[in-house]
């Protein structure tokens, strides 16, 4: 149990154009979703926090306006990358907390590799 | 206050041996530490995870040893083995936030 996918797995795409990669919970229901960002070699960086049906909320340093975020619905997340450029490109890994089980745990998706040529 | 320091950052074991993996942390709100492995490409996967009310959790051949008063947690993975090989992480939770340490990557020679 407990699955969390994404999709796509990995995305090439130009300078300038918006990417959208989405976060699905398959056999639970989400009610809060979290996006990361990872560089090669490097930790997770949390990126935002999103209940379903609100407005995500976003860490310090995160253009808001840059990365969209949508959750509107218990098992569906979705990020955009808008007017993308090559310093976006990096690993991106959603996870997400399933609203009946553990307060704590999140479930990690395999992650989207994105590259902005 | 919300950073978890993990040390050592890369670390190689032979096949059978101990692998251990240390982390702190500075805010005494954290009320959850889990542990992450993740293989190269891939969303890291909870390994095991322990409350502060608790000293210490084993599961399988992995166990972590918490020290409250020191703020202080670690991995042990015995009889470690090639499949092992991967890349650690500790993590802190208040609320809803994960903190992630720096990331410890093992190699465990055959």
């Known amino acids: 149990g407990a699955v969390v996918s994404q999709h796509p797995s990995r995305v090439i795409c130009k300078s300038g154009t918006s990417v959208k990669i989405e976060c699905r919970s398959l056999d639970f229901q989400a009610t809060t979703m979290f996006w990361y960002r990872q560089f090669p070699k490097k930790s997770l960086m949390l990126m935002a926090t999103?209940?379903?049906?609100?407005?995500?909320?976003?860490e310090q340093g995160v253009e808001k306006d840059k990365f969209l975020i949508n959750h509107a619905s218990l098992t569906l997340s979705t990020l955009t990358v808008t007017s993308a450029h090559p310093e976006d490109s990096s690993f991106y890994i959603c996870?997400?907390?399933?609203?009946?089980?553990?307060?704590?745990?999140?479930?990690f998706g395999p992650g989207t590799r994105l590259t902005v040529t | 206050q919300q950073q978890v320091k993990q040390s050592p950052q890369s670390l190689i074991v032979q096949k059978g041996g101990i692998s251990i993996i240390n982390c702190a942390y500075e805010?005494?709100?954290?009320?959850?530490f889990p542990w992450y492995q993740q293989f190269p490409g891939k969303g890291p996967a909870l390994l095991i995870a322990?409350?502060?009310?608790?000293s210490e959790k084993k599961e399988g051949r992995f166990t972590i040893s918490f020290n409250k008063s020191a703020k202080q947690f670690s991995l042990h993975i015995m009889d470690s083995q090639p499949g092992d090989s991967a890349t650690y992480f500790c993590?802190?939770?208040?609320?809803?936030?994960?903190?992630f340490g720096e990331g410890t990557q093992l190699t465990v020679n055959p």
């Open positions: 993590a802190a939770s208040y609320g809803s936030r994960l903190t």
């Open positions: 999103s209940n379903e049906g609100s407005k995500a909320t976003y």
């Open positions: 805010n005494t709100a954290f009320d959850y």
């Open positions: 322990i409350r502060p009310d608790v």
């Open positions: 996870s997400a907390r399933d609203g009946q089980g553990s307060a704590y745990e999140q479930y």
